[in-house]
């Protein structure tokens, strides 16, 4: 693991002189035995990629292992359950999705609060949508779909991951934005939607940007945009949504959360472990290989993110009158 900048001791030293760092016993005793890291979608999937990118180098920081546990489901309700109801010692941590900030305006009976039974521990991740489409469709940009989609009388069809997933929010957005017809093609998953897509079932896709580089490289998908900001490392001939959609933002992000009331010491060690994760050499490579954006950031700014997220998606759930469970 030559990408690891820090040690142990390296650390546990930098958290004792920094301004929050009490409890610094609590910081060294922890973890003492393997932590659970609770993804609640299934294998293969982006959340599944970064957890075990990022735990992997964790582990070895910590000298402990991190188990990726994949219990998928509900949108993710089930596992956030498990998490949910844990103990808070911080062995069972949650490594959740854009879902995270998305369900409690879908799911009016869930078991638990994403407000009251979770404590933010940090963004690992984000990945913008991308625009892709089925090859021989005569579109090339953002204005040329919506010209095109326009000039349907009975408008395009277009893929989602599922109902509720960022593929339909982003969906919804450009819908609102443009005032376009689509007929909602909803998907068990964004693989079998990008099958579907190169085969011509469905012609229209906000695909997530980690699984689609490579059909996009290959020439099996045709990408017209994605839903970040600036241009792609891996794809930099791909314009943001914005430039044509003014504030048109979509990013699948994960992140790392803790069952409420998980020791404040606890949570620092966590964050400041993984904020040297996403410093390593390793997880840099790949996550740019992937079009994986990542960023230092402590609790407190990853708890004022969801907050923002959380309001961004209520309102195109709302917008949209999308009601599950």
Partial sequence: MSGIKLSRRTLLAGLAAAPFAGQAGAQADWPTRPVRVMVPYPPAGGADTTARIAFAQVSA??????????????????????VAKADADGYTILHDATAFSVNGSLYPNLSFDYRKDFDPVILVSLV???????????????????????????????????????????????????GVKISH??????????????GGQVNFFFAN???????????????????GKGRLKSLPDIPPVSDTLPGFEAYEWNGVFVPHGTPSAVVKTLNSALNGALRSAEVAARFEQLNIESRQNTPEEFRAFVNEQMERWSKVVKEANIKLG
């Fill in 185 to 198: 093609v909803p998907y068990r998953g964004g693989g079998i939607a990008l099958n579907d897509l190169i």
């Fill in 209 to 227: 940007g980690s699984s689609a580089v490579g059909l996009i490289q290959g020439g099996q998908v045709k990408a017209i945009a994605h839903t």
């Fill in 61 to 82: 920081l910590l000298g402990q292992q991190f188990v990726i546990e994949n219990r998928g489901g509900a949108g993710g309700t089930i596992g956030e359950a498990v």
């Fill in 128 to 178: 913008p949508n991308i625009l892709v489409v089925t090859p021989s469709l005569p579109v090339k940009t953002m204005a040329d779909v919506v010209a095109f989609a326009k000039a349907q009388p009975n408008g395009i069809n277009m893929a989602s991951s599922g109902n509720g997933t960022l593929q339909h929010l982003s969906l919804e957005m450009f819908r609102h934005q443009t």
